[in-house]
């Protein structure tokens, strides 16, 4: 189909445009031009939910955001290798063990840092060939240095034995951040942000972007404004809870180190109703005895009204 020569009005123009759309609608798709297919989301992998309770149902806490074939840990509580290779057998390859090369811990609370040797080294055993990264608050290169001292006859052996372990997969290059843009390989851009979580002088949350995606990650935090300015309508807010109805039967020393440390159901529904996220996920959950269903309930009975989920391992957002 020709446009008309020269002359032809700006009607005859949209005519035959109409003429050329009404073709093409009419075409099967089978024998369409193919366009380039959308790169795959930026996705939020769950790896575990747990707290220092030992629920045999929720692993440590840990996150990945997956971009294509580049994957982002967020905490390494206990097994963390596991859950992120179950996730690669599920079909998120970008989580198999020699594709773990990037950490960020939100703080150094041992629930979140006891999968650490597991990542350096498990890690390594199964063919990662480069040293991990690991992005964390002052005190992780110290973490690392003993972790590694640790285990010095385990690497002295691989790397001196019969067995073909690589030279470089157990070595770690920390980054001790401050907050502010720590991360940008092209892939997707990683800011910390400080929270406050009880006696710790620093422990940061995370606010991941990419082309198509941004995610944020509370870490343990108590309610804070500093996630409402994260997040700010962000796509995924990943937030820490703890039960408000359970929390009035916790003996109040307890009461009073988690009021201090951590977010309740009721603060959440307040603070997640000023960020806006497009969607909720509770991670980090202490139930102490209610269920998902009884958290979310909670957060809706204090009038929280958008799209919200509670994680479960394994689970992708
Ligand atoms: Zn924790
Ligand atoms: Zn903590």
């Not at 942000?193 to 949350?205: K, L, M, Q, R, S």
């Not at 990943?238 to 440390?261: C, D, L, N």
């Not at 497009?278 to 909670?298: I, M, P, S």
Request: net charge neutral; proline share 7%.
């Amino acid at each position: 189909m020709r446009l008309p020569a020269g002359g032809g009005t700006r009607r005859s123009v949209l005519v035959v445009v109409a003429a050329v759309w009404s073709v093409a609608l009419a075409v099967p798709a089978h024998a369409q031009v193919p366009v380039a297919p959308a790169p795959p989301p930026t996705q939020l992998v769950v790896l575990g939910t747990g707290t220092p309770n030992a629920d045999p149902e929720r692993s440590g806490p840990a996150l990945a955001v997956v971009r294509g074939t580049r994957s982002y840990l967020v905490d390494a509580g206990p097994g963390i290798v596991r859950r992120a290779a179950a996730a690669s057998r599920n079909g998120v390859t970008a989580l198999a063990p020699q594709h773990l090369r990037v950490l960020f811990l939100t703080h150094l609370h041992s629930d979140h840092t006891v999968g650490l040797p597991d990542v350096i080294l498990s890690a390594w055993t199964l063919e990662r060939d480069v040293p991990l990264e690991v992005y964390g608050p002052p005190g992780t290169k110290a973490m690392v240095e003993h972790l590694l001292a640790a285990y010095s006859a385990d690497i002295r052996n691989r790397i001196d034995g019969a067995e073909p372990a690589n030279e470089q997969g157990h070595k770690v290059n920390v980054h001790e951040i401050a907050p502010g843009l720590v991360f940008d390989d092209g892939n997707v851009k990683v800011r910390a942000f400080a929270v406050p979580h009880g006696d710790w002088e620093v422990a940061f949350g995370y606010r991941f972007e990419s082309a198509d995606r941004s995610i944020v990650i509370s870490g343990d935090t108590r309610a804070s404004d500093a996630v409402v300015t994260a997040c700010n309508g962000c796509d995924l807010l990943v937030h820490e809870v703890y039960s408000a109805e359970r929390f009035k039967t916790r003996p109040p020393e307890w009461q009073r180190y988690h009021a201090r440390a951590h977010t309740s159901t009721v603060e959440l529904a307040a603070l997640a109703t000023r960020a806006m996220p497009r969607q909720l996920v509770l991670y980090h959950q202490l139930f102490w005895g209610t269920d998902d269903a009884g958290l979310l309930a909670e957060l809706r009975a204090a009038g929280y009204l958008r799209a919200a989920v509670s994680a479960r391992d394994l689970a992708i957002y």
